[in-house]
């Protein structure tokens, strides 16, 4: 199975993060990196993580690409997975899956989550494919339920 190393942003590997592109038809589906770095530079409560392969790991130069970006966000008891992109050059390998299983690992370590919860538009079939199969169901919170444009889903099973 496909594992990931997820890695904080710095000088080193700003400009692969900035380099990262979704294909076209997926555009409208997730902020750019340049959005989600932006936001975090202004909010103590986003933590911005470059995706690479676990072969990374313990390397301070990683010699293997990144493949992708994701963004949680700590809220009143919620571990919200706000972003979460895969190049489109690295789709389909399992990688998305992955970094979802390294983020629920990590939000299971924050004393203050009680909730793990992430969202998605709602003509994104592989986001909700993908959420589903994690375990994450409809979150009934007030001013999520009828929201436009957006599906919010909370891990069932937790805690
Ligand atoms: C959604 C996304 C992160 C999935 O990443 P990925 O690495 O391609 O996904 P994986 O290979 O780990 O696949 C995991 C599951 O996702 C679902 N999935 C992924 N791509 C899919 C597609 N094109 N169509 C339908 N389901 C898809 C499937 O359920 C898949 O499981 P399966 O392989 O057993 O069928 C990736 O497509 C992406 O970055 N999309 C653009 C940005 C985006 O939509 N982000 C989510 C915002 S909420």
Request: hydrophobic share 40%.
């Amino acid at each position: 199975m496909v594992k990931v190393h997820l890695r904080q942003i710095n000088k080193d590997n700003l400009t692969s993060c900035l380099s990262l592109q979704v294909s076209e038809n997926q555009k409208n589906l997730v902020a750019t990196t340049a959005q989600s770095l932006a936001q975090a530079y202004v909010d103590p409560n986003l933590y911005p993580l470059a995706i690479y392969d676990t072969a990374a790991c313990g390397y301070e130069q990683p010699s293997v690409p990144m493949l992708g970006f994701t963004m949680y966000e700590l809220f009143a008891g919620v571990g919200f997975i706000m972003r979460l992109m895969i190049d489109y050059k690295y789709q389909r390998q399992g990688y998305g899956r992955a970094t979802m299983l390294e983020m629920i690992r990590r939000l299971k370590l924050c004393p203050d989550v009680e909730i793990i919860a992430t969202s998605y538009c709602k003509e994104n079939q592989a986001a909700a494919n993908l959420y589903q199969s994690l375990g994450f169901r409809e979150w009934g919170i007030s001013y999520t339920i009828s929201h436009p444009t957006e599906v919010y889903v909370k891990l069932e099973e937790f805690p």
